[in-house]
């Protein structure tokens, strides 16, 4: 079964980077919307961000806009964020994730019902 492994969580301090890497071992990632979610503790899921397949069209929660840079790499199936700028309010599970219907032109979701395939997640702690 088609798998997405996430990976570059880890500890920063306030003001840092970090880039989060998604590597996808399934056969639609180059024509399917992939987005990255986030869930703090006690809290819901979240949009991060999102890229088409088609033209790399990416939209971005209000949150992280400016700091935040969602990118892929079809070749390698492998989705990036690169993160700057991490506040203490960024600490969360981040989660990739692949849309639920391939080959959608330009489609860039934020609701999370809109994928059906999920990683298992990678902690991003952000200390101030």
């Known amino acids: 079964q088609a798998r997405l492994v996430e990976s570059g969580g880890g500890l920063v301090q306030a003001g840092g980077s970090l880039r989060l890497s998604c590597v996808d071992s399934?056969?639609?990632?180059?024509?399917?919307?992939m987005g990255w979610f986030r869930q703090a503790p006690g809290k819901e899921r979240e949009f991060v961000a999102v890229i088409s397949w088609s033209t790399y069209v990416t939209d971005y929660a209000d949150s992280v806009k400016g700091r935040f840079t969602i990118s892929r790499d079809n070749a390698k199936s492998t989705l990036y964020l690169q993160m700057n700028e991490l506040q203490p309010e960024d600490t969360a599970v981040y989660y990739c994730a692949r849309e639920r219907s391939p080959f959608h032109y330009d489609y860039s979701p934020r609701n999370a019902a809109d994928f059906s395939s999920w990683g298992q997640g990678t902690q991003v702690t952000v200390s101030s």
């Open positions: 399934g056969s639609s990632f180059s024509v399917s919307a």
